[in-house]
């Protein structure tokens, strides 16, 4: 599964530093970030380039507040997505896989018109030492472990398969990301669950 995931030490919000960071990470996603430098970021926040140090440091330190905040968002938004769309009590293993197909094409409509905020921090940033690395590259591990673990419901005897079916399922997810990015044709998160349903035994083939 590669290197577990890290979780950085958090900036305490103070009113300044929320503002700092809510203009940082619209510009981030809108322009890109080696882009944005902190006279933008301190001028659209209303602060001085002193706040913006004396609250973060440096602007690594508020690229990583960005990444790992779209990334929490993400998480809660994906949990709370199964939890008023799917009953919980009877939804198949085949309907959860699913439905995070879903949440990610409710949540790119609402909050990702550029494409994935993680995609597009490592084409600017693929240093394994920049701190904003690990974040990164944990919410692909996550994504990954949680296609597969959604696999291993559906072929519980069979871990190989689930692997295999993990992996496909997070290549389908993150592809469509990347072409909902571009725009590169209409809709190709549904397009990508579709091949998803095809590729998933239906529940009547379930052993």
Sequence with gaps: MGTAEQQPQRVTMTRAARRILEAAERLFYERGIHAVGVDLIAAEAGVTKKTLYDRFGSKE???????????????????????????????????????????????????????????NAHAEISDPAHPAYPVIAGQKEWMLALFTRLARDITPDDADEADRMGRTLMLLHEGALVAHGLNTFPDPIAHARDQAAALLPVPEELP
């Excluded at 009953?87 to 439905?99: E, G, M, N, Q, S």
């Design 61 to 119: 330190r508020i690229v990583v507040e960005y990444l790992t905040g779209r990334d929490e968002r993400w998480r809660a938004f994906l949990a709370q997505y199964l939890d008023d769309h799917l009953d919980a009590a009877h939804a198949t293993p085949r309907a959860r896989v699913l439905a995070v197909f879903d949440a990610s094409r409710a949540w790119s409509a609402e909050y990702g018109s550029k494409g994935c905020s993680m995609v």
